[in-house]
């Protein structure tokens, strides 16, 4: 049975945590339905565009303002410059669905999974035990063979695995997907990696290549494996 | 008697090769084991005019024990905003290059601290690009 987020919160049901992706980012929504400027405005979205839902064609549903959008529907957005709305009255397409889980999202179009299909989904170790994330202390588990509808919230959470990356070739395990630079490097200094708070990052891609420094504040979202390179910075001579 | 490039050198040269696919990368034999290597067309950003560059370098025979360092980019670099680019860019340099020195300006960015088995020649590059782009 499908959740109905939008009536008051009852402390004995508690709602199912909502999400949104707009223009590539994540934002909680705190119910499941809400006029489209109201999203707008809980993004920190300005005032002379308007919401459109994302649709796995080129036509695309543009809201009115006050129009009542319903995340359970669709929760892949973009803004675009104020506009008359357009609905997409077209019947085979269908809108992009984002699971979140740990803040990390992935868009798909089916919103039927199971536990199984959407760690896979989520780039989740087949370890991690997910958990349906909702308005209270109390998470729902979610089994491998379980059921798993969009429509009943899109977000969850991850526990009870842990990632081993490399750095400079040395096994790093963590808890996380998502670390800062400066995490990172705290964590392989906390694993008695050779390194220093102040040495230079560096991702190094499955050929062995390396990418661009990664900044202590930037935010990294890695998988299992993923190699990291930390070195000294240079001196002027 | 000149001394072939030896293989940690040779292996040094394909991770640069491999890390900037699609850029022209020049190798010419020190006759020491070593080699002098140029890497065309990389970006350094809109802080510099022009912002693209070649950036060449030394990996000598003592690698990986000793330094890659220092590089040398395009003679006619300037920062767009007019200011002088001071030291450890130094102008009026030549990479020199056995089949013809090529007028350069130095950036001489070394590693005091740096682990042979960490701080590769593809790493010094990134650090030193990493560190002109940020200027």
Not at chain 1, 77 to 95: E, G, L, N, Q, S
Request: proline fraction near 8%.
């Amino acid at each position: 049975m499908s959740s109905q987020n939008s009536s008051p919160q009852d402390a004995r049901h508690p709602s199912p945590k909502q999400a949104i992706v707009l223009d590539d980012a994540l934002y909680p929504m705190p119910r499941d339905r809400m006029t489209a400027r109201d999203i707008l405005d809980q993004a920190g979205a300005p005032a002379g565009v308007v919401l459109q839902r994302d649709y796995n064609s080129p036509i695309d549903h543009i809201f009115g303002d006050d129009e009542m959008v319903d995340l359970r529907e669709g929760n892949v957005f973009k803004t675009i410059p104020h506009c008359a709305p357009v609905p997409c009255a077209t019947p085979d397409t269908r809108p992009k669905l984002a699971f979140v889980a740990d803040d990390v999202w992935e868009v798909t179009v089916n919103p039927n999974q199971t536990g199984h299909s959407l760690k896979r989904l989520m780039g989740l170790p087949h370890t991690a035990k997910l958990f349906r994330d909702f308005e209270s202390p109390i998470d729902q588990p979610i089994d491998d063979d379980e059921k798993v509808v969009f429509q009943d919230g899109p977000v969850f959470t991850a526990k009870g695995y842990s990632l081993t990356i490399k750095v400079n070739n040395n096994a790093v395990t963590v808890a996380k997907r998502r670390m800062s630079g400066l995490e990172i490097k705290q964590a392989a200094i906390d694993q008695k990696v050779k390194i220093e708070i102040g040495f230079v990052l560096y991702p190094i891609d499955k050929d062995g290549n390396l990418g661009a420094a990664i900044p202590d504040n930037k935010v990294v979202l890695f998988h299992d494996c993923d190699a990291f390179r930390c070195v000294a910075p240079d001196d002027n001579s | 008697m000149s001394v072939a490039i030896k293989l940690e050198v040779t292996e040094a040269i394909n991770e640069v090769g491999a890390s900037f696919p699609g850029h022209q990368v020049d190798i010419e034999p020190d006759d020491q084991g070593g080699a002098f290597i140029r890497v065309h067309e990389i970006d350094l950003g809109s802080a510099y005019k022009p912002s693209a560059t070649w950036v060449g370098f030394q990996i000598t025979f003592q690698y990986p024990f000793a330094d890659v360092y220092p590089h040398y980019i395009r003679h006619d670099i300037a920062r767009a905003d007019g200011k002088v680019l001071v030291t450890p860019f130094n102008h009026n340099q030549t990479f020199a290059l056995p089949s013809g020195g090529v007028s350069a300006v130095m950036v001489s960015r070394s590693s005091k601290r740096r682990d042979p088995v960490t701080d590769t020649a593809v790493v010094k590059l990134a650090k030193v690009l990493d560190w002109i782009r940020s200027q």
